[in-house]
C-alpha cells in the first residue's frame, strides 16, 4: 500500500478522495456502534472484518491495523487481550472522527 | 484484442463500492457498473458487457464463486476475465480461489491509486498472479 495515496492524482481527483474520506469517517460512529453491540462471535468478527477491509483503502492504514489486530483477537478467544485491542481500536476512531 | 474499458464490480459493502468507483472510474477512467450483489451482477452482465469482472469473495445471498459459476453461463461472459476481491490472504485460499477459475486475486484493502494497473496487468497477462 503506497503511503502518500494521492500522490500523482489530479487537483479535482484529489478533492474528490477528501471528500470520500469525510463520508468514510462519518460513517465510523455506526461501524463501532456495530463492533460494540455485536450479540455474537460471528457478528463481531463481520464487523471488524469489515473495517479490516476497507480502511487502509481511504488512507486510514492505522485503523485497518487495529480492526485487524481486534479480529485475531477474536479467533484467539482471549477476552483481555481482545478487549485492550477494541480499546485501541475505539482510540483510533474517536482520534479520527 | 479489445482494450480493457468496461468493469463490472461485485461486491455488498457500500464504504467498498464508493472507493471502487473512484479508483476505477475517476482514477482509472474505466467504465464501471456497480452491482451490491452476485444476482444484480448476473441480471446485468449480457447488457452491460464486461471486459473485467472484480468479484468480491464473502457476500450475503450468492458468494463470490457462486456468482462467478453463474456467469460463466451468462451469454457472451464464457471467456471475461474474474479476478476476484478478497480480505483473506492465506496463498492455500488464494489457491482455492483460482481454482474457481478466477484470472487472480487482489487483496484488500487496496490501494485505490494503484488498482487501475492492477486490474489491468491482470487483463494484459492473466494466468492467476497474485497482487497485494
Known sequence: ?97 | MRSLQRVMCVEDDPDIRMILEFSLATVGGYDVCMCAGGQLAIDQATAFKPDLVLLDVMMPGLTGPQTLAALRSQPGMTGVPVVFLTAKAMPDEVEELLQYGATGVIVKPFDPVTLPVDIRIYWEHGGGRRID
Open chain 1, 1 to 97: 500500500m503506497a503511503g502518500g495515496l494521492t500522490d500523482g492524482l489530479s487537483p479535482s481527483a484529489s478533492a474528490q478522495f477528501a471528500a470520500l474520506r469525510r463520508r468514510y469517517v462519518a460513517g465510523l460512529a455506526s461501524r463501532w456502534t456495530e463492533i460494540a453491540t455485536a450479540g455474537d462471535r460471528q457478528t463481531l468478527l463481520a464487523a471488524l472484518h469489515r473495517l479490516a477491509g476497507s480502511a487502509a483503502s481511504f488512507g486510514f492504514e492505522r485503523l485497518g491495523q487495529c480492526a485487524r489486530d481486534a479480529e485475531a483477537r477474536v479467533a484467539q478467544g482471549n477476552a483481555t487481550a481482545l478487549a485492550a485491542a477494541l480499546d485501541e481500536l475505539q482510540t483510533e476512531i474517536v482520534r479520527i472522527a
